[in-house]
């Protein structure tokens, strides 16, 4: 799904109002470590999705994904991957000015 800038706010504004996710956000979103932990794993189970066999099942993605996570060399991946992927990324003028912002007021 390829969403254009002006659409944004209001696919923001769908998702919160969906109340599946809105449940997920409220429990998983509480501080950055959560946020990134949580970020990784949509990210590991997006790529499990795109890689599997047509025909896997969630329950199928859920249990493979689960044995992964009790490995520690994949958990270290996961994570250095992700730092990986952070530190790549830098942030557009508007999220620069919002940091600022927020740093400024808080």
Known sequence: MSLSK????????????????????????????????????????QQLSKNAHEGVTKEE???FLRGCMKNSDFRQRL?????NFMDRM?????????LLDSKSNG
């Open 6 to 45: 002006t659409d944004f706010i209001n696919s923001v504004a769908d998702v919160m109002e969906d109340s599946t996710f809105r449940d997920f956000f409220d429990v998983y979103f509480n501080d950055w470590d959560e946020i990134v932990a949580t970020i990784m794993l949509l990210k590991a189970y």
């Open 90 to 98: 830098t942030l557009t003028p508007c999220g620069e000015k919002l």
């Open 79 to 83: 994570a250095s991957g992700m730092i």
């Open 61 to 63: 993605k859920i249990a």
